[in-house]
C-alpha cells in the first residue's frame, strides 16, 4: 500500500546546483532513467477542467488537491504513464499506470470507455474526471530531471532544470514541438522525497537550512505562461 511521502521544493541557483550535485552524487545513486550525468527528459501533458479548476485551486492554496498527466521519458513511447499526483500540504502521493501508444491516441480523440475495461482504480477514476468534470489536455511541460536516491528514508533528491511548455501543441508526440523556458533566475528546482524521515546526512550536504523553501508547481508555472504566451 503506497503512503504519502514528504516533499520540500526550493529555488537554487547555478553555483549551489553545482555544489550541491558533486556533494550529493558522493553518497547517492544517479536514478536509473539517467541518460548522462545531466539526467533525463521529462515530458508531462497535465490535465485540468474547462475552469481550470486544478489550477485556481493551487493559487488558491487549498490543502488537498489533485493532478492528472500523461509522462513520457526521453521522448520515447516505450514507456507512458497515466500519473495522479495527491497532495496534503507538504505530503504528496503519486499513483501511476501504463498506457500504451493507442490508448493515449484514444484518449487524444476523446474516445474513453476503454478505460473502463482495464484492471486498476486509476484508470476508472480518470475516466470519470474526463467525462463528468469535462477534464481537458490543458499544456505540456518539459523539463530535465537530475536524479538521486538512497535506501535509508527511502530519499530521492532531484535538481530540474530547463523547464519549459511547448507552445504549439498539446500532443507529447508532436513531430515538431516548440518549447519555451518559463523561469529566469534561479532556473533549478531543487526537490527532496522521503517517507518518515530525512537521513541527517543527506540534510546536512544539501544545508536546506540556508534555502529558502517554496511552493512550486511545475504545472501552475507553465500553465499560467501558456495563458499569458496564447492571450487568453
Known amino acids: ?13 547555478e553555483k549551489d546546483y553545482a555544489t550541491l550535485r558533486d556533494k ?6 544517479q536514478d536509473r532513467h539517467s541518460v548522462s550525468r545531466d539526467g533525463y527528459l521529462i515530458r508531462s501533458l ?43 500540504g507538504e505530503y504528496i502521493l503519486k499513483s501511476s499506470v501504463p498506457i500504451t501508444r493507442e490508448e493515449y491516441e484514444q484518449i487524444l480523440d476523446w474516445d474513453y470507455d476503454f478505460l473502463l475495461k482495464k484492471t486498476g482504480q486509476l484508470y476508472q477514476e ?5 467525462t463528468s468534470s469535462q477534464m481537458r489536455p490543458r499544456v505540456i511541460v518539459d523539463y530535465v530531471r537530475e536524479a538521486y536516491v538512497g535506501t535509508l528514508g527511502n530519499v530521492r533528491v532531484t535538481f530540474d532544470k530547463e523547464l519549459s511548455f511547448v507552445t504549439n501543441s498539446v500532443d507529447l508526440f508532436e513531430k515538431h514541438p516548440v518549447s519555451e523556458e518559463v523561469l529566469d533566475y534561479p532556473k533549478t528546482i531543487l526537490e527532496v522525497k522521503y517517507d518518515e524521515f530525512l537521513p541527517e546526512y543527506v540534510r546536512q550536504l544539501l544545508q536546506l537550512e540556508s534555502h ?4 512550486i508547481s511545475k504545472y501552475v508555472h507553465c500553465r499560467m505562461a501558456s495563458i499569458r504566451y496564447h492571450g487568453l
Do not use: C, P, W
Open 1 to 13: 500500500m503506497k503512503r504519502f511521502r514528504h516533499e520540500l521544493k526550493y529555488f537554487i541557483n
Open 46 to 88: 497535465y490535465f485540468d477542467n474547462v475552469y481550470d479548476h486544478d489550477l485556481i485551486q493551487k493559487n488558491s492554496g487549498i490543502f488537498r488537491r489533485k493532478k492528472f498527466r500523461i509522462r513520457t521519458y526521453n521522448y520515447s513511447e516505450d514507456v507512458i504513464k497515466l500519473e495522479k499526483k495527491s497532495r496534503q
Open 24 to 29: 550529493i552524487s558522493l553518497v547517492l545513486t
Open 212 to 215: 529558502q523553501r517554496s511552493a
Open 126 to 130: 480518470f475516466y470519470y474526471y474526463l
